[in-house]
């Protein structure tokens, strides 16, 4: 039988203020606003107005809400995978596998810029560091975080100039948003996903 942990209040409590910024930042990409040609935003009566809280988003809480809601995941995954309670991975691993099925639906039928995927995969790969001594893990961070990009950025590039220009995958997608019928709707949102998640 798996342990239940307690709750935390101030994790929680840290965990929806981080989550309703997530929602603020990602309004603008539910409003298909990103999805808009610099000049078709500019046509916008609201066009000033629309700079402005964009410029103040970016500013105030766009990648702050995100890390903080990414350090509060990775809390989350260490106190699930607390090695004195019993049945402890077995949990995880079910609960990055549910995530990862949900990530994969919300992906394609919902919203291209999903990270539930994301942070599945990261999870069902965090047991691999799991009994690292803090050196070692301190060691592993700075080499994905600082020197695993430069490493990979020369193949990255290369990938990415294959890919169809971001216009044009914008314009395509907002097309069959506009115009087409559900099934091409989800097909190219399962083409920008995708584009997104290979490209960054």
């Known amino acids: 039988m798996t342990h239940r942990l307690p709750r935390q209040p101030l994790i929680d409590a840290l965990r ?21 040609s610099e000049a078709a935003q500019q046509a916008l009566p609201s066009a000033a107005l629309d700079q402005a809280i964009r410029t103040g988003m ?33 949990a995880h ?7 990862l099925v949900i990530g994969l639906l919300h992906s394609v039928l919902l919203w291209w810029g999903d990270i539930l995927l994301v942070y599945a995969v990261v999870g069902l790969l ?12 301190l060691c592993s961070g700075l080499f994905i975080a600082l020197l695993l990009p430069p490493l990979l950025s020369p193949w990255i590039r290369e990938w990415v100039a294959l890919l169809t220009p ?10 069959a ?11 190219h949102n399962l083409q920008l996903a995708a584009w997104l998640k290979l490209s960054n």
């Open 16 to 36: 929806g203020f981080a989550l309703l910024g997530v929602f603020l930042v990602n309004l603008r990409f539910f409003s298909l606003d990103a999805l808009m």
């Open 58 to 90: 970016e500013w105030l809480v766009d990648m702050k809400a995100i890390t903080l809601f990414s350090l509060l995941f990775g809390m989350g995954v260490a106190m699930q995978m607390d090695g004195r309670a019993p049945g402890s991975m077995a």
């Open 93 to 99: 691993l079910r609960r990055m596998a549910v995530l």
């Open 126 to 137: 965090l047991p691999l560091f799991r009994h690292l001594g803090d050196r070692a893990l």
């Open 166 to 175: 971001r216009a044009q995958m914008n314009a395509m997608v907002l097309g």
């Open 177 to 187: 948003l506009e115009h087409g019928s559900l099934a091409q709707a989800w097909w």
